[in-house]
């Protein structure tokens, strides 16, 4: 049987077009993907700091003793980077150390890298997520049973009431 019907459906699949080539030409949409090169895990978020923020933060600083306002703070909740946002402490590990300072016994696991500091003596912490400097910790001076204080500038953090 021969398919000589005029009137029969073309079989339009075998000679049809999927399109001018120019249609999927990416090239004036590239600046716009470009925007997403790098994900937000790697480069976290910074909040613009205050010359005062910086000069601790950035330039590794200390504040005055006795002039931060988280040193006689103890109500619930978490102390967060001041520069990125990362969690960092529970109010549950504060502790009163009559330092000068707000004190920290323990830190959120993860949350803060240890360095040894530029004087040899003492050991630098930092944000671990950004690196902003958040004061030293020191071990053996049994005001808590962990046996440790994180002495942190109030400037570094931010605190956020549960
Ligand atoms: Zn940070």
């Known amino acids: 049987m021969r398919r000589s019907d005029p009137m029969a459906p073309a079989h ?4 049809g077009s999927f399109g001018p080539p120019e249609s999927r030409s990416p090239a004036r949409y590239r ?3 470009g925007r997403s090169a790098v994900p937000d895990t790697e480069k976290p978020a910074l ?20 002039t931060g306002e988280y040193e006689h703070k103890f109500e619930p909740g978490i102390y967060e ?24 016994d323990q830190e959120i696991p993860g949350a ?7 004087d040899g003596e003492r050991v630098e912490i930092q944000c671990a997520r950004c690196g902003g400097h958040l004061g030293h910790v020191f071990e053996g001076e049994r005001f808590t049973p962990r046996n440790t204080r994180h ?3 109030s400037i570094s953090l931010r605190f956020q009431p549960k």
Do not use: M
């Not at 339009?12 to 000679?15: D, E, F, I, L, P």
């Open 112 to 118: 803060v890298r240890r360095l040894p500091d530029a």
């Open 151 to 153: 002495c942190v500038n």
């Open 47 to 66: 909040r613009p700091l205050t010359r005062a923020e910086q000069r601790v933060i950035l330039h590794k600083g200390t504040e005055p003793p006795f």
């Open 31 to 33: 600046s716009d993907r």
């Open 12 to 15: 339009t699949h075998r000679s």
């Open 81 to 104: 980077c001041k520069q990125c946002g990362a969690p960092l402490y529970r109010s549950d590990d504060k502790f009163e150390a009559h330092c000068g300072w707000p004190a920290f």
